[in-house]
């Protein structure tokens, strides 16, 4: 797509905002709360406003219709490759970043390392690993689970995605990497100076690169049954496959976004679970239902208490709060006009803990999930975990099936109890992670 001009402040005159601090402008406050400074925006200015980020002016737009809007984009007027210009020095070709055509076709590719013999086959290989990784924590102690979560995530991903063992000593470059990498998108120095989150994050992506570029020769003259080794060999119907430039973008974001993201997600569960004994209780009675051996697709069907909580966990802690993208053509929205080359943005995590599509949505409550309630089936998008539309996550039924997978082996094993009396609290951006690390005990349960 051609380069897109930035709308001048003038041409966003008429677009409301709240008071910015010089340089910085709203970024400290949108990093600090990001979810307090989007509900003060809408509570005082409306739907539509703009906060100053990293020297730009972006739009807001706030509620469900601007979720529609922006993910189904029938017109084609948003772009995602422009949209998430933050992330593009480090993520830049990877599937969430592209758009249109080239996003189409190259989502057609990657399916096909999501067919359902292969998701069989991560299916046989998580049910083996994820005792052996979970019977490794410390039991009936203390201990930081977020880090451990992280850890086990990320050994996960290598085994299956990359076909390296879960003892692999290249496990902790790559876990310290994608920190590195993660942690860059949202560095308010946004020029790769020394010392600055930016250069520690290029310099995480070229250690990546190569790591993965040395094992795509083999990977395609013998492939295996990891991802990495089915992206090698993809094509679509036509017979196209990816260059070696292209395999590298999209691994270097799918496995960020495959082990990031799950962790964050199986973390809030476990922060709630440990909250919530009596739902701790139920997801347990659920498991001991379960019959012996080797899960199937009739077993990770009766999870269906696990799923509540997994979508609620989700809604209450998205890893994607705000979707980015860039207007293409002028847009008129709410009788609003904005120009071309208008950074914009929708807000799919306010959404889902507004009052107007959830009842008490401040409270954990999974059952607003059940069959009789199905408090999400309200309205288009008012569950976007995920994001919606073309650009709708295409890991999420893999992110499903790693969390109950887990939770079968960890609440068969032990009860997780809280340390401490205090809420857990958690930092939203650049992806939700519990302040402090989320200190547990696993207790065996017999």
């Known amino acids: 797509m051609s380069r897109l001009t930035a709308p001048s402040p003038a041409d966003l005159a008429h677009i409301p905002h709240l008071p910015a601090l010089p340089f910085v402008g709203h970024t400290l406050a949108l990093l600090r709360d990001p979810y307090g400074l989007h509900r003060r925006c809408a509570e005082k200015l409306g739907p539509i406003y703009k906060l100053r980020m990293l020297g730009q002016w972006r739009v807001a737009l706030a509620g469900r219709e601007a979720c529609e809007l922006i993910l189904d984009d029938k017109e084609k007027q948003f772009s995602a490759h422009h949209g998430w210009d933050m992330i593009q020095p480090i993520f830049g070709g990877g599937l969430m970043l592209r758009d249109f055509d080239d996003h189409r076709r190259h989502r057609r590719i990657m399916q096909s390392a999501f067919r359902k013999p292969v998701m069989d086959g991560y299916r046989s290989q998580m049910d083996a690993l994820m005792p052996v990784l979970i019977d490794a924590w410390p039991v009936a102690q203390k201990f930081r689970f977020y880090p451990a979560i992280k850890d086990l995530s990320l050994r996960i991903g290598t085994s299956i995605f990359m076909g390296l063992s879960p003892d692999d000593p290249r496990v902790a470059t790559i876990n310290a990497a994608f920190m590195d990498e993660v942690n860059a998108g949202v560095g308010v120095i946004r020029k790769p100076l020394p010392f600055t989150a930016l250069r520690r994050g290029l310099k995480a992506r070229a250690v990546l690169l190569d790591t993965f570029r040395a094992l795509i020769p083999e990977r395609r003259l013998a492939p295996g049954n990891d991802f990495f080794s089915q992206m090698c060999v993809a094509q679509d119907e036509s017979g196209g496959g990816w260059t070696e430039a292209e395999i590298l973008d999209h691994f270097n974001f799918h496995m960020m976004a495959a082990h990031d993201t799950t962790a964050s997600t199986i973390a809030a569960m476990v922060g709630a679970l440990a909250s919530h004994p009596e739902w701790q209780t139920r997801l347990i009675g659920e498991i001991d239902s379960l019959p012996a051996g080797a899960i199937d697709d009739a077993g990770l069907a009766a999870m269906t208490l696990t ?140």
């Not at 979508?311 to 053509?329: C, D, G, H, S, W």
């Not at 071309?340 to 999974?366: I, K, N, Q, R």
């Not at 073309?390 to 893999?398: D, N, P, T, V």
């Not at 340390?419 to 207790?443: F, M, N, S, T, Y």
Request: proline fraction near 12%.
């Open 307 to 446: 799923d509540r909580v997994f979508r609620e966990a989700l809604r209450m802690m998205p890893p994607v709060p705000f979707i980015p993208r860039r207007a293409t053509q002028d847009f008129v929205w709410k009788g609003t006009h904005i120009p071309a080359g208008t950074w914009v943005s929708c807000l799919p995590a306010t959404v889902m803990m507004s009052p107007e599509h959830y009842s008490d949505p401040e409270v954990f409550d999974p059952d607003r999930f059940s069959p009789n309630r199905a408090e999400h089936h309200g309205a288009r998008h008012v569950w976007a975990p995920f994001g919606g539309g073309a650009h709708k996550c295409i890991g999420m039924h893999f992110a499903n099936l790693e969390v109950k997978i887990f939770f079968r082996h960890l609440l068969a094993r032990y009860r997780i109890e809280a340390v401490g009396k205090r809420p857990v609290k958690w930092r939203r951006l650049p992806v939700p992670r519990p302040v402090g690390e989320l200190p547990i005990r696993l207790i065996p349960r017999s």
